[in-house]
């Protein structure tokens, strides 16, 4: 099955383009960037420059903007698109009481910061299809400025109202470096009970964390993301116990000019 992440690049000038946010709150941590392409064949990325807050207008100009980019994802060929709202993306900020400080619908209380994911969501559900929609969100980053206290209860909220929605998964999107904290278990059990379609889980997972957290029916998927982009028949090299390759250049997992590190790992002869 193919999934198109549809976002939207809120932080940074990147051609010019006026960056656009919840508030007008600049990234406190000045070791901020956001990837800009792969211009000179490598990941490149540029600082973030300092946003000015989203009018009701460009509120509703970015909702269609989501709806045309999931339109034209269906159209390209894509099963289904799942719409971004983790990691300090454009929705993530709504959600977060320290990067939302509006002060009209779409700021101060939970349901409040949740109002503009909702929106989108329904608009994009309502262009595509419910069955074809999906949304990522990720309840336990705290990089990028992103660390709210609120966050919890305000996923909770939005997974019952996207429950409501009938939307067809939640794709948690956990911290994936190697000592990053796992998501507690009494998170997952309440998620499990408040969303009623598929949850997936990606993050720094392996087969055997997958298999344990479908045993204990806390997800029903689990995403791989660079054992995967190391190793094109990694299910295969899963299955016969096989050695994995390893990542040999993480700039290049990005794309650039040409195949290397991208597309050349090799299958299992
Ligand atoms: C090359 C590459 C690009 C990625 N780009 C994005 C991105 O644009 N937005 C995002 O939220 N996550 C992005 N991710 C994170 C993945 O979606 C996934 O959450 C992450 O790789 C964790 O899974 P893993 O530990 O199995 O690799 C990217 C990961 C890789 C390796």
């Given at each position: 099955?193919?999934?198109?992440?549809?976002?939207?690049?809120?932080?940074s000038?990147?051609?010019g383009?006026?960056?656009?946010?919840?508030?007008?709150?600049?990234?406190?941590?000045?070791?901020?960037?956001?990837?800009?392409?792969?211009?000179?064949?490598d990941?490149?990325?540029?600082p973030?420059?300092?946003?000015r807050?989203?009018?009701?207008e460009?509120?509703?100009?970015?909702?269609?903007?989501?709806?045309?980019?999931?339109?034209?994802?269906?159209?390209?060929?894509?099963?289904?698109?799942?719409?971004h709202?983790?990691?300090?993306?454009?929705?993530d900020?709504?959600?977060?009481?320290?990067?939302n400080i509006?002060?009209?619908?779409y700021?101060?209380s939970?349901?409040?910061?949740i109002?503009?994911?909702?929106?989108?969501?329904?608009?994009?559900?309502?262009?595509?299809?419910?069955?074809?929609?999906?949304?990522?969100?990720?309840?336990?980053?705290k990089?990028?400025?992103?660390?709210?206290?609120?966050i919890?209860?305000?996923?909770?909220?939005?997974?019952?109202?996207?429950?409501?929605?009938?939307?067809?998964?939640?794709?948690?999107?956990?911290?994936?470096?190697?000592?990053?904290?796992?998501?507690?278990?009494?998170?997952?059990?309440?998620?499990?009970?408040?969303?009623k379609n598929?949850?997936?889980?990606?993050?720094?997972?392996?087969?055997?964390?997958?298999?344990?957290?479908?045993?204990?029916?806390?997800?029903?998927?689990?995403?791989?993301?660079?054992?995967?982009?190391?190793?094109?028949?990694?299910?295969?090299r899963?299955?016969?116990?096989?050695?994995?390759?390893?990542?040999?250049?993480?700039?290049?997992?990005?794309?650039?000019?040409?195949?290397r590190?991208?597309?050349?790992?090799?299958?299992?002869?």
């Amino acid at each position: 099955m193919q999934l198109w992440h549809v976002g939207r690049v809120s932080s940074s000038k990147i051609n010019g383009l006026q960056p656009l946010a919840p508030s007008a709150i600049p990234a406190a941590n000045t070791n901020v960037y956001i990837f800009d392409g792969a211009p000179n064949n490598d990941a490149t990325f540029v600082p973030v420059e300092d946003p000015r807050e989203m009018t009701k207008e460009d509120i509703q100009q970015t909702v269609d903007d989501f709806v045309t980019g999931a339109k034209n994802a269906i159209e390209a060929g894509f099963d289904g698109v799942e719409i971004h709202g983790a990691n300090g993306y454009l929705i993530d900020q709504f959600l977060r009481s320290n990067s939302n400080i509006r002060t009209d619908e779409y700021g101060g209380s939970a349901e409040n910061r949740i109002r503009f994911l909702m929106e989108v969501t329904e608009a994009v559900a309502k262009a595509v299809g419910k069955e074809k929609t999906g949304v990522r969100l990720s309840p336990f980053i705290k990089f990028k400025d992103m660390d709210d206290p609120e966050i919890l209860e305000t996923i909770m909220l939005a997974a019952e109202k996207l429950n409501e929605l009938g939307i067809a998964y939640i794709h948690l999107c956990e911290a994936d470096w190697d000592d990053a904290p796992g998501i507690p278990y009494p998170f997952r059990k309440e998620l499990r009970d408040k969303f009623k379609n598929t949850i997936i889980a990606t993050g720094n997972k392996t087969p055997s964390e997958g298999e344990d957290l479908l045993e204990q029916n806390l997800v029903d998927l689990i995403g791989f993301g660079r054992k995967f982009l190391a190793n094109p028949d990694y299910p295969e090299r899963v299955k016969q116990n096989a050695s994995l390759n390893e990542i040999t250049d993480p700039h290049t997992l990005f794309g650039g000019g040409d195949a290397r590190g991208y597309t050349d790992y090799t299958f299992l002869s």
